[in-house]
């Protein structure tokens, strides 16, 4: 075994620069536990004259990707760079030189992951990725390797923590969505353009990746479906206050006896006693119901330099651990069941919905009437007269129910004449299970 092993980066951003921190702030942990040193020998960075948070050598900076891809000596390359097709470029490049690739890249591992498992399996080469979900939360392993055993049924979790961040602004201290987006960004929480945020879109690729490692199934981003909180109404958020609901950006993966997969982003009230509820802030929390388990939760930093960093250097050493054993490229698990996306008549929840009706005697017993005759019954109701002339505004929660059942419940609803509008509708998870 190498007495020294040399690591190449490919961006210095904020996990990049961590990743370097790290590895020369706990060079004498890592030489204890690896049996050898642990060096950085080249980045690739965009500008050789950049200002850098971290002050680092400047002789191993470059901008030439053959320095890092083609150099002998680099055992291990850290993609950091961000991006999708460069750094898909990049990392198959490195498999073909026969190097080991730890990846942060959300966005890259949610849309060609099966193929770059393939790629590394084909070299014999290591491909890892915990830092793509979680940030700093040893989440991925954690299904990985801790739960290996056990038949996972359903995940669950706040995957963003910009969006977790906005919500509880909204509902704990009633600011408005422009304001706690504002105040995401000035902190920098958000990013300038924040909508793969917000729209969900970033929550919905970390599902892809979860749900894969927890189905064995190939799942893809075109099979989520993802609704964002760009258009949530401080109103609501109020009536769940009311009703022992807090709302949540909720990335949802279940998966039925028959091996049936759902997965989804959407807005969510939960149950205030269920223990994602009390997530707040920027951070993230993922639960996860198995058979033998049961139920475990897994919670912390989803981002930051440090934290994310952390994450890299779990699968740093993990690649050079199996270098010291020989067994680089044995980790990769072929998918077991072939895709089959639950339909909707078989995906069950509670909802919550508010609707402005005519303020007239016997407009709630039509409501009333139309849900019975579609099989729905309510476990709460609210009302109060609406801010507008002659309407009322009606809260309603149902019992568990279809999705197909209450899909068909809102297209009749719209056409009773006393409905003035649906102005919102929500899943609604109650206490875990």
């Known amino acids: 075994m190498e ?23 706990y060079q004498d942990d890592l030489k204890h536990q690896l049996g050898c040193g642990v060096r950085v020998k080249s980045v690739l960075v965009r500008n050789l004259e950049k200002a850098r948070s971290y002050d680092i050598d400047h002789s191993i900076l470059t901008t030439n990707c053959d320095d890092v891809l083609n150099d002998p000596d680099i055992n291990v390359v850290v993609e950091v760079m961000g991006g999708i097709e460069e750094a898909r470029k990049y990392i198959l490049q490195a498999f073909q030189a026969k190097k080991h690739v ?40 954690g299904l990985s390797d801790g739960l290996v055993s056990d038949r996972i049924q359903q995940v669950m979790g706040i995957v963003n923590g910009t969006t977790n961040y906005i919500l509880t ?60 909180i760009s258009n949530l109404s401080l109103t609501d958020l109020q009536y769940g206050k009311q009703l022992d609901y807090s709302m949540k950006l909720i990335g949802f993966a279940n998966r039925t006896n028959d091996h049936h997969i759902e997965v989804s982003v959407q807005p969510t009230f939960l149950s205030n006693k269920h223990p994602l509820a009390s997530v707040t802030d920027e951070y993230n929390a993922v639960y996860i119901n198995g058979e033998a388990v049961g139920e475990t939760m897994f919670y912390g930093p989803g981002a930051g330099s440090l934290p994310t960093a952390t994450a890299v250097m779990s699968d740093v050493v993990e690649a050079i651990k199996n270098m010291r054993l020989g067994v680089n490229g044995k980790k990769f698990v072929k998918p077991r069941f072939q895709k089959e996306l639950t339909p909707m008549d078989q995906r069950y929840s509670q909802f919550y919905l508010r609707l402005h009706v005519k303020d007239e005697v016997g407009a709630f017993a039509l409501i009333s009437e139309l849900f019975h005759q579609m099989g729905i019954s309510f476990e709460r109701i609210l009302q109060k007269p609406s801010n507008k002339d002659e309407l009322a505004e009606i809260v309603v929660v149902t019992h568990e129910t279809s999705l197909a059942k209450f899909k068909d419940s809102l297209a009749k609803l719209r056409e009773l004449y006393v409905v003035e509008n649906v102005e919102s509708f929500f899943r609604v998870e109650g206490d875990a299970k």
Do not use: H, W
């Open 102 to 141: 730890i990846t942060a890249n959300k966005d890259l591992i949610a849309l060609y992951g099966p193929e770059l498992e393939a790629a590394a399996n084909e070299n014999e080469c290591d491909l890892f990725y915990e830092a793509s979900v979680g940030g700093g939360i040893p989440l991925l392993r």
């Open 169 to 228: 602004k909204m509902d704990v201290d009633g600011t408005s969505y422009e304001d706690a987006l504002k105040e995401a960004q000035e902190l920098g929480f958000a990013e300038a353009d924040p909508t793969a945020d917000v729209e969900g879109l970033d929550a919905a690729r970390k599902m892809v990746i979860l749900a894969r490692l927890s189905f064995l199934t190939n799942v893809e981003l075109d099979d989520v479906e993802v609704e964002g």
């Open 3 to 25: 007495k020294e092993v040399s690591i190449g980066l490919l961006g210095l951003g904020v996990v990049g620069s961590g990743v370097a921190q790290l590895i020369e702030n």
